[in-house]
């Protein structure tokens, strides 16, 4: 039989993404979902009894920083006790399975302020209530993988990629070129914050890394933390001037201090050196290809 997986999350953007990733990458896999919501311990229970997952792959959480600072209680039930839940079910009724949790770079938060590309041994430091209930169930992830859980902790950074909303930073400015060349907007995108720079990796890529993940020929200490990233770090302003450049047309780019950055963060960028050699990953998907999808997306999307 092939590797069975349990996949949480994977009606959302990048869930979309990876099943598709899946398919060719793990040919005759078995992908189990459900429906079940993640906070309800004993339909996670029946559900992991019954079907005997070989993995977890947990991407299921309220992933905006504006959802999650509007609706707090939610993040932190759905992030921190959904995740307690589902790892605690892995660790009594799985014991041999491995737990991929993808975490988020933000929860390195304040540490960003160095300057320089993080390691997975900067400081946890959380600057928002998103960051701060995935950094809450990162921790906990590490501390019940010293118990037995085979627990992998993956932090990703910015991703984009086709079918993602306007509250992540490059279809925010794609939908705007679009909508420019379409004449349905002024030429002028409006950003707010046009220096905060991004550690962009195209969501395939970052699909790629999670399926390395799961089909390691020898398991990684348990509890082992990797940044998903590419390296790189992209400013807003230029993000855009590269959006314009693949239009082929002008447009200004004005400063409105209304619009929020999307993590709080001035700058965030990481050293994907440990995935590199633990995952044997690195981001294969130029710039330029995303930049020409996630654009393309948004053109379709636009249509009246």
């Known amino acids: ?85 589902l790892a605690e079910t892995f660790e009594t009724h799985a014991p041999q399975a491995s737990f991929i949790f993808v975490s988020t770079a933000e929860v390195y938060g304040a540490s960003f302020s160095s300057g320089q590309p993080l390691d997975e041994s900067a400081v946890i430091a959380p600057v928002n209530a998103y960051a701060s209930s995935k950094a809450a169930a990162d ?30 930073i490059l279809p925010f400015l794609a939908a705007q070129v679009a909508r420019i060349e379409a004449g349905q907007q002024a030429p002028t995108i409006r950003v707010g914050h046009p220096d905060a720079g991004f550690d962009v990796t195209d969501v395939r890529d970052a699909c ?28 807003v302003r ?36 440990a995935a590199r050699q633990a995952l044997d990953w690195s981001p294969q998907i130029p710039w330029h290809e995303t930049l020409v999808s996630v654009l393309n997306d948004w053109r379709y999307r636009i249509k009246p």
Not at 142 to 159: D, K, P, V
């Open 139 to 168: 921790l906990a992830i590490g501390n019940l993988s010293r118990e037995g859980l085979h627990g992998l902790r993956l932090r990703s950074f910015t991703q984009a990629g086709t079918g993602q909303d306007e509250d992540a």
């Open 1 to 85: 039989m092939g590797l069975r997986i349990l996949l949480t999350g994977g009606q959302g953007f990048v869930g979309q993404h990876l099943k598709a990733r899946l398919q060719d990458r793990i040919p005759g896999h078995v992908l189990l979902e459900d429906p079940m919501d993640i906070r309800d311990r004993a339909a996670v229970e029946r559900f992991v009894r019954n079907e005997k997952p070989d993995a977890c792959l947990h991407l299921a959480a309220v992933s905006s920083v504006a959802r999650a600072k509007a609706e707090s209680a939610d993040a932190w039930t759905v992030n921190l006790d959904g995740t307690l839940i």
């Open 208 to 235: 790629d890394a999670y399926i390395n993940a799961l089909a390691l020929p020898q398991p990684l200490p348990n509890g082992t933390a990797l940044n998903i990233c590419s390296g790189v770090t992209r400013t």
């Open 238 to 273: 230029s993000m855009a001037t590269d959006l314009l450049d693949v239009a082929g047309i002008s447009a200004t780019v004005e400063v409105d201090p209304d619009i929020p950055c999307p993590s709080g963060l001035p700058s965030m960028r990481g050293n994907p050196a």
